[in-house]
Nanobody, 121 residues
Framework: VQLQASGGGLVQAGGSLRLSCAASGRIFSTFLAWFRQVPGKERDFVAA????????FYAGSVAGRFTISADHAGNKVNLQLNSLGPDDTAVYYCAAHNRGGVYEHTSYSNWGQGTLVTVSS
């Protein structure tokens, strides 16, 4: 399945954005996730959702501010970003789980192209 991320942009600190990750075909993966990466750093886990039940997982740094949801009708995963701060600036990638732990980027095999989120202070 191919994943297409969208919704990034420039926002002021304290603002909100909504990212979407649309899948081109049927999703067989157990989890769909969002990761983010800044230049020179590792790709960090942000959030994941169990596709069938919608159960979410969050990184500690975004829990309470971000909300991930599975949209079965639209065949996509959404990530609502609230109370954004400059530290949230990154390229956000969506990915489909293959095998392994839900929090590790090495567990994911299908990656979207990324969408840039820039938060100004």
């Amino acid at each position: 399945v191919q994943l297409q991320a969208s919704g990034g942009g420039l926002v002021q600190a304290g603002g909100s954005l909504r990212l979407s990750c649309a899948a081109s075909g049927r999703i067989f993966s157990t989890f769909l996730a969002w990761f983010r990466q800044v230049p020179g750093k590792e790709r960090d886990f942000v959030a994941a959702v169990r596709w069938t039940t919608g159960f979410p997982f969050y990184a500690g740094s975004v829990a309470g501010r971000f909300t991930i949801s599975a949209d079965h009708a639209g065949n996509k995963v959404n990530l609502q970003l609230n109370s954004l701060g400059p530290d949230d600036t990154a390229v956000y990638y969506c990915a489909a789980h293959n095998r392994g732990g839900v929090y590790e980027h090495t567990s994911y095999s299908n990656w979207g192209q990324g969408t840039l989120v820039t938060v100004s202070s």
